[in-house]
């Protein structure tokens, strides 16, 4: 079945360590987004990519980096520089917005992180 | 820039009838979307509203209007399942066609 993918579901890290979220689709979407996502709180855009080779920055941007060399694949990189990583991450993907589809965004599971 | 804004949290009891609000401000709107969310769960698409109106599905419906930067939520025959964190979503074109989303909904479904 088409899908999003993400792993580790948990994940710990001790502060200082630079941590990587896998992310894969199946569903041959274009773009691909990273949210975080606090208690209490909306989903903040991280890093999206609407084409392969190409990303840019979110609202949220520091501390965080990705690489999209693949269609299915969308890695998020929490670096030892982000202040606050633990969260819960959301990883989505859209197909072009185009008159035959509204475009919304399909979400993976998520990956909480949490550093000791 | 982008605001969106939702009531907190809102209680309701099974079997009514609940409205969630939306009020958002952006420059370049492109598409109105509501998500439900359980605890520790991904969202899941509910509603797409770009036109001004109802657009009903099932127990579900989501109103739009544009003019006024206003969209609703209306769940009917509330069940205890539907207890879960609404999201409304806006796609801004001028800022690349992402979606930009309030802060969420908390709605507890009482017996």
């Known amino acids: 079945d088409g899908g999003i993918t993400q792993s580790p579901k948990y994940l710990f890290r001790k502060e200082g360590q630079n941590v990587t979220l896998s992310c894969e689709q199946n569903?041959?979407?274009?773009?691909m987004y990273w949210y975080r996502q606090d208690p209490g709180q909306g989903l903040r855009l991280i890093y999206y990519?609407?084409?392969?080779?190409?990303?840019q920055k979110g609202d949220i941007a520091e501390g965080y980096s990705v690489s999209r060399e693949k269609k299915e694949s969308f890695p998020l990189t929490v670096t030892s520089a982000q202040k606050n990583p633990t969260a819960f991450y959301l990883c989505?993907?859209?197909?072009?917005?185009?008159?035959?589809?509204?475009?919304?965004?399909?979400f993976g599971e998520g990956s909480r992180l949490t550093v000791l | 820039g982008q605001n969106i804004d939702q009531p907190t949290e809102m209680t309701a009891t099974e079997g009514a009838i609940v409205q969630i609000n939306c009020t958002y401000q952006?420059?370049?709107?492109?598409?109105l979307f509501w998500y439900q969310q359980h605890a520790g769960e991904a969202p899941t698409f509910l509603s797409y509203?770009?036109?001004?109106g109802l657009e009903e599905k099932g127990r579900f419906s989501s109103f739009l209007s544009r003019s006024k930067g206003y969209s609703y939520l209306l769940l009917k025959e509330l069940q205890m399942k539907d207890s879960a964190s609404y999201l409304c979503?806006?796609?801004?074109?001028?800022?690349?066609?992402?979606?930009?989303f309030g802060q969420g909904t908390e709605l507890s479904v009482k017996p």
């Open positions: 989505a993907s859209t197909l072009r917005v185009a008159l035959s589809n509204t475009g919304e965004l399909f």
């Open positions: 569903l041959n979407h274009d773009a």
């Open positions: 990519s609407q084409i392969v080779n190409d990303f």
């Open positions: 952006t420059s370049g709107f492109n598409g």
């Open positions: 509203n770009v036109l001004d």
């Open positions: 979503a806006v796609r801004d074109y001028n800022q690349g066609g992402k979606l930009i």
